[in-house]
């Protein structure tokens, strides 16, 4: 017989957020490990019923092999949101073979929220006080339970943006540095959407000029840069993607070396010493080839915090402005 769990399912503003830690205890208490993925799984269907129960009688809960998905889209928007989700998960996992990881108990639960307010009103609970960049969707990994949520108001991008963030959860097992981590999440969204996310014109590029110095590349390097709402938020997406093709085009690895850098990149440096033992270069190099000359190595021994990025709660899409 099950135990019940509806006690450590937490309501706070409307939405439901469980004890993790408690149902964890509960779990490995009660069950053999052979049984952890069928308790995790039904712990999982009971907080997004909790959840489903809380909104607008239109909302429905999807279950395929790996998902478990809350969407107020239509059956034949839902038939396709099903078919590619299971389609993007092995493509991500294929791309990224040998490195990225889809181990865990339970689904991945995907939360589609049909309204700004009810998305915004469920990332409350997990955003410190004070102002933060807006997001087009999320991968919440610091509660127990790694799980997606984003507002799906007219179904346009409800595939690229779910690649995006599942690509943060397939990999966040990894020490990944922020500008390596939104780099791939943006390169999956090209390899399999195949949407035309980079872009860089004189306008974009005299930006660049402007923002980058010594002292707000290393904010770049430890993440900091992404925190900041504006000019900061855009750019550090923006100038990772422009490294990462730089990878790809300038220095054009064979795919193992770049994988291999994906399995050694540490947030501690930025990735530095994975680089140049790959690449034999240094990361300043690599910025320096498109900002000019400086110091634009990461330098983390002046890092006020060295470990300031890496496995964060929230890892964010690209839309820009602030919340």
């Known amino acids: ?20 830690n408690t149902i964890s205890d509960i779990i490995e208490n009660n069950f053999s490990e052979l049984e ?3 308790a995790w799984l039904h712990v999982a269907r009971l907080w ?7 909104l607008d009688e239109d909302y429905h809960i999807y279950e395929t092999p790996n998902f478990l998905i809350l969407s107020q889209a239509s059956k034949r928007i839902a038939n396709d949101i099903c078919k590619s989700y299971e389609e993007s998960l092995k493509q991500i996992l294929l791309n990224f073979d040998g490195v990225a990881s889809d181990a ?5 639960v995907v939360l589609m929220f049909g309204s700004i307010d009810d998305y915004y009103g469920y990332l409350y609970y997990f955003y410190p006080d004070g102002d933060h960049p807006m997001s087009g969707g999320v991968c919440l990994s610091g509660e127990g339970y790694v ?14 943006v779910l690649v995006h963030e599942l690509t943060h959860g397939c990999l966040g097992h990894l020490p990944l540095p922020t500008w390596v981590n939104e780099a791939l999440a943006m390169r999956m969204e090209q390899s399999i959407c195949e949407t035309a ?28 840069s992404w925190e900041v709402p504006g000019n900061s938020f855009e750019l550090s997406y923006n100038l990772a993607q422009i490294l990462w093709r730089k990878i790809e085009v300038d220095i054009g690895p064979p795919r193992s070396e770049i994988l291999d850098f994906i399995s050694k990149v540490h947030f501690e440096d930025a990735g530095e010493s994975a680089f140049h033992e790959i690449f034999d270069l240094s990361l300043g190099d690599l910025v320096e080839d498109f900002l ?20 964060g709660i929230i890892i964010c899409s690209w839309i820009t402005g602030s919340i």
């Not at 997004?48 to 809380?54: F, G, K, L, W």
């Not at 865990?104 to 991945?108: M, Q, V």
Request: with cysteine; charged share 25%; aromatic share 18%.
């Open 1 to 20: 017989m099950l135990p019940d769990f509806h006690q450590h399912l937490h309501m706070k503003d409307g939405f439901c957020y469980p004890d993790w």
């Open 36 to 38: 952890w993925n069928s």
């Open 48 to 54: 997004v019923e909790r959840i489903r129960d809380q």
């Open 104 to 108: 865990g108990y339970g689904k991945h």
């Open 147 to 160: 799980h997606f949520a984003f507002p799906t108001t007219d179904y346009s991008s409800y595939r690229t």
């Open 197 to 224: 996310t980079f872009h860089l014109d004189q306008e974009i590029y005299d930006k660049h000029i402007a923002h980058w110095n010594e002292e707000t590349i290393q904010e770049f390097w430890t993440g900091e």
């Open 292 to 311: 000019g000359n400086g110091n634009w190595e990461p330098k983390p021994k002046q890092w006020p915090n060295n470990s300031a990025d890496g496995l």
